[in-house]
T-cell receptor
Framework: KAGVTQTPRYLIKTRGQQVTLSCSPI?????VSWYQQTPGQGLQFLFEYFSETQRNKGNFPGRFSGRQFSNSRSEMNVSTLELGDSALYLCASSRTLYLAGDYYNEQFFGPGTRLTVL | DAKTTQPPSMDCAEGRAANLPCNHSTISGNEYVYWYRQIHSQGPQYIIHGLKNNETNEMASLIITEDRKSSTLILPHATLRDTAVYYC?????????????FGEGTQLTVNP
């Protein structure tokens, strides 16, 4: 089956602009999470959406927002871009399975969107 | 979620077993140990997970100590393609959602 798709793959913006990134999860997965990866801070959780509702949120300013549509596709938006927002933004699609008495969170990551803020 | 501690880097010869340790001394009874890896600039890839029993799949084996305070990921026959950053993550079960808390991981370099 098709994997997680993220668009665009690369993006260059200037300070003060806003950006919208898109993620299409694996068919059947209702949860989409977003992560930011930078050399200094590593991989950090931004937020998770499940059935169009934000279920979990990381410690990021309100400039970072997201939403999920009824088909589980998700977008994240960053307003008033800062130089420090330059990063690889990763989307993960997941579902929880119950197998042999064990809960297993099946999570797959997309290739990411590389955002450069100039 | 419990905090994990991993060595920052390790080397391994191609064809040999790579044993990557992880300490998670504050793990609680309902928390699982997950391992992911990230090959340079790609999205992280799930490897294996476990609660208290040792686990094996086509990619690796996971050995969890009896007190569950540490674990070891074993790649039985490392190849050059296994060079990556390996993350050990401890997280809860069904009610924890899908949030993963990544540490700094271990950079595994497989040498020819």
């Amino acid at each position: 089956k098709a994997g997680v798709t993220q668009t665009p793959r690369y993006l260059i913006k200037t300070r003060g602009q806003q950006v919208t990134l898109s993620c299409s999860p694996i068919s059947g997965h209702r949860s989409v999470s977003w992560y930011q990866q930078t050399p200094g801070q590593g991989l950090q959780f931004l937020f998770e959406y499940f059935s169009e509702t934000q279920r979990n949120k990381g410690n990021f300013p309100g400039r970072f927002s997201g939403r999920q549509f009824s088909n589980s596709r998700s977008e994240m938006n960053v307003s008033t871009l800062e130089l420090g927002d330059s990063a690889l933004y990763l989307c993960a699609s997941s579902r929880t399975l119950y197998l042999a008495g064990d809960y297993y969170n099946e999570q797959f990551f997309g290739p990411g969107t590389r955002l450069t803020v100039l | 979620d419990a905090k994990t501690t991993q060595p920052p880097s390790m080397d391994c010869a191609e064809g040999r077993a790579a044993n990557l340790p992880c300490n998670h001394s504050t793990i609680s009874g309902n928390e699982y140990v997950y391992w992911y890896r990230q090959i340079h600039s790609q999205g992280p890839q799930y490897i294996i997970h476990g609660l208290k029993n040792n686990e094996t799949n086509e990619m690796a084996s996971l050995i969890i100590t009896e007190d569950r305070k540490s674990s070891t990921l074993i790649l039985p026959h490392a190849t050059l393609r296994d060079t990556a950053v390996y993350y050990c993550i401890v997280r809860g079960g069904e009610t924890s959602g899908s949030r993963l808390t990544f540490g700094e991981g271990t950079q595994l370099t497989v040498n020819p």
